[in-house]
């Protein structure tokens, strides 16, 4: 099932990353409109608690106090994709605790940043807890046979659409705040 997603969502994964990594995670205003997208993107999805009894992620505290370090409020959510079960919340899981490997090399770049106060708003991409999820994930996803994949794949493929629509909404105040 973990080959099936990622070849599947290969495409919509690249998307998402196309828009995401095109945030300066060293300077202010970048890693800002970064965490405000991220916000956006997590608002409304079926994580906490997770489906099939996965583990919670407890990714919007951990942004939302980014965002108050940064002395920045939360965004006006998105409308959230509507899900019909769990193997379609599976899906938004997946492309979630998937994201968290990816955090660590993300990371890197921002404490890159001379920005004490950006430095200091660092509890979602330092966040260990998380990384957890995916191991118990690809786990769940060897042992699961009785789910469809097509309605897991649906789910991940609107959870990167979402996400990819908070990153350009992002992406458009960067522009007019930088």
Do not use: I
Not at 34 to 54: K, Q, V
Not at 129 to 151: C, I, K, N, V, Y
């Amino acid at each position: 099932m973990r080959d099936y997603l990622r070849e599947e969502t290969r495409t919509a994964h690249e998307a998402v990353d196309a828009v995401f990594g095109r945030f300066d995670l060293t300077r202010r205003e970048g890693y800002t409109a970064f965490l405000r997208a991220h916000c956006r993107g997590l608002f409304g999805l079926p994580l906490d608690p997770a489906p099939f009894g996965l583990k919670p992620l407890g990714l919007m505290e951990l942004v939302a106090a980014d965002l108050r370090t940064l002395g920045e409020p939360l965004p006006a959510p998105l409308p959230a994709p509507r899900f019909s079960g769990e193997a379609e919340a599976l899906g938004a899981y997946y492309v979630v605790a998937g994201s968290r490997l990816g955090s660590r090399l993300l990371a890197r770049q921002w404490r890159e940043g001379a920005d004490g106060v950006l430095l200091s708003a660092g509890r979602y991409l330092s966040d260990e807890a998380s990384h957890d999820a995916w191991r118990d994930l690809t786990a769940f996803l060897r042992q699961e046979g009785a789910m469809h994949p097509s309605s897991v794949l649906d789910g991940a493929l609107r959870t990167f659409d979402h996400f990819r629509s908070a990153g350009l909404a992002e992406r458009g105040n960067e522009a007019v705040s930088a």
